[in-house]
């Protein structure tokens, strides 16, 4: 079946340094999505991509779907200590909507 | 608008007991799901339903869970009997249109649950 896999599992940034969380299906996507749970919280929406090579920007975050739509990528500029949390990303492969197992971000003030 | 709202925040049961948990979608939208969250398996999903009828149960992991959704601003997900395994968080959400489409969902409180 679908697979989604995030790396890293776990990222300690110090606050100011920048931060990139990775993820990888094994099949084609026809939209991804980007998530993030604040610690005790629960799964807030951030983002859609849907387009191949698809780049979309909120502030310091910045989005990227891969040309095949099997990857994409979520980048943080100048982490600050509000971007704690678990990054996840779901993706969406004919039937089946899988989330990835998520990023935990620390940071460090 | 209040958000999907979910009911209890937090369970404590004895294992072999029935648990009930409750949850109420953002008012229009058609699709409702049940995830199940845990350190070793991340977010699962359960049961996905749309126009309050059950669409895909394949996550469902056995046959002591059951779901429904009696009308469109409502649904349970009921455990019986429950086992300490079953220990996890359980989010239910929401979302304007299917699993297909490309729309957000919009996740409840979550429902901590204890099956001791």
């Known amino acids: 079946g679908q697979q989604v896999m995030q790396i890293p599992q776990y990222q300690h940034v110090q606050e100011g340094e920048d931060f990139t969380t990775y993820c990888n299906s094994s099949?084609?996507?026809?939209?991804i999505q980007w998530y993030k749970q604040r610690p005790g919280g629960h799964p807030v929406f951030l983002i859609q991509?849907?387009?191949?090579?698809e780049v979309k920007k909120q502030k310091r975050l910045t989005f990227q779907f891969g040309e095949a739509k099997k990857n994409s990528s979520l980048h943080i500029t100048a982490t600050q200590t509000t971007d704690v949390g678990t990054y996840f990303c779901?993706?969406?492969?004919?039937?089946?909507?899988?989330f990835g197992p998520g990023t935990r971000l620390s940071v460090l003030p | 608008d209040a958000g999907v709202i979910q009911s209890p925040r937090h369970e404590v049961t004895e294992m072999g007991q029935e648990v009930t948990l409750r949850c109420k979608p953002i008012?229009?939208?058609?699709?409702l799901f049940w995830y199940r969250q845990t350190m070793m398996r991340g977010l699962e999903l359960l049961i996905y339903?749309?126009?309050?009828?059950?669409?895909?149960d394949s996550g469902m992991p056995e046959d002591r869970f059951s779901a429904k959704m009696p009308n469109a601003s409502f649904s349970t997900l009921k455990i019986q009997p429950s086992e300490p395994r079953d220990s996890a968080v359980y989010f239910c959400?929401?979302?304007?249109?299917?699993?297909?489409?490309?729309?957000?969902?919009?996740f409840g409180q979550g429902t901590r649950l204890t099956v001791v």
């Open positions: 959400a929401s979302s304007l249109g299917t699993l297909l489409a490309n729309t957000e969902a919009f």
């Open positions: 099949t084609t996507l026809s939209n």
């Open positions: 991509l849907v387009k191949s090579g």
């Open positions: 779901a993706g969406r492969g004919g039937q089946n909507f899988v």
């Open positions: 008012s229009g939208h058609n699709s």
């Open positions: 339903f749309n126009n309050n009828v059950p669409i895909d």
